[in-house]
T-cell receptor
Framework: GAGVSQTPSNKVTEKGKYVELRCDPISGHTALYWYRQSLGQGPEFLIY????????DSGLPNDRFFAVRPEGSVSTLKIQRTERGDSAVYLC????????????FGNGTRLTVT | SQQGEEDPQALSIQEGENATMNCSYKTSINNLQWYRQNSGRGLVHLIL?????REKHSGRLRVTLDTSKKSSSLLITASRAADTASYFC???????????FGQGTRLTINP
């Protein structure tokens, strides 16, 4: 079956621009997570959705970052006024529910801010 | 912030040898999971061990958990070149609905 799909796979943008990163989770998965991974580091938690609501957004670095999941399926991570420090791979993952369920990851979007 | 720390950061062994990676964490957990990541790809779930379990096996993988020491180990037996990847432990913090990942161990299996 289809796994977690992330688009685009690569995004190059200029400093100060706005970007949107999309995540299509596995059908039926109620939990959706966004992580950010820098080179040589582990994934860093950004935000977690249970259904349509953001249950935990404690990992968002600042108010330039925002994520939505309006119908409880597809999610969009939005970054305003991008900075070079935002360059990283943004990973999305979904799971059947929270807690003990393993996460299923997409291949990520590599964001480069020039 | 990172909860877990993997040790070693990098490991290089010959094909056929066993590879052991360790993970330490700081706070009480519900469960601990191990993931694998090939270069340029997303993470793939390997194994989950609950806080009341001490050891778990899956194929050539063996995971142990010592909650008194807040540590876990992942053993890969009879390693193959295809096992070359980064391996991460992740903890499900009690009271929090998120997985927190460590920095990872980069494993290289030399043919």
């Amino acid at each position: 079956g289809a796994g977690v799909s992330q688009t685009p796979s690569n995004k190059v943008t200029e400093k100060g621009k706005y970007v949107e990163l999309r995540c299509d989770p596995i059908s039926g998965h109620t939990a959706l997570y966004w992580y950010r991974q820098s080179l040589g580091q582990g994934p860093e938690f950004l935000i977690y959705f249970q259904g349509t609501g953001a249950a935990d957004d404690s990992g968002l670095p600042n108010d330039r970052f925002f994520a939505v999941r309006p119908e409880g399926s597809v999610s969009t991570l939005k970054i305003q006024r991008t900075e070079r420090g935002d360059s990283a791979v943004y990973l999305c993952a979904s799971s059947l529910n929270t807690g003990l369920s393993p996460l299923h990851f997409g291949n990520g979007t590599r964001l480069t801010v020039t | 912030s990172q909860q877990g720390e993997e040790d070693p950061q990098a490991l290089s062994i010959q094909e056929g040898e066993n590879a052991t990676m360790n993970c330490s964490y700081k706070t009480s957990i519900n469960n601990l999971q191990w993931y694998r990541q090939n270069s340029g790809r997303g993470l793939v779930h390997l194994i989950l061990i609950r806080s009341n379990e001490r050891e778990k096996h899956s194929g050539r993988l063996r995971v142990t958990l010592d909650t008194s020491k807040k540590s876990s180990s992942l053993l890969i037996t009879a390693s193959r070149a295809a096992d070359t990847a980064s391996y991460f432990c992740a903890t499900d913090l009690q009271g929090a609905q998120k997985l927190v990942f460590g920095q990872g161990t980069r494993l290289t299996i030399n043919p």
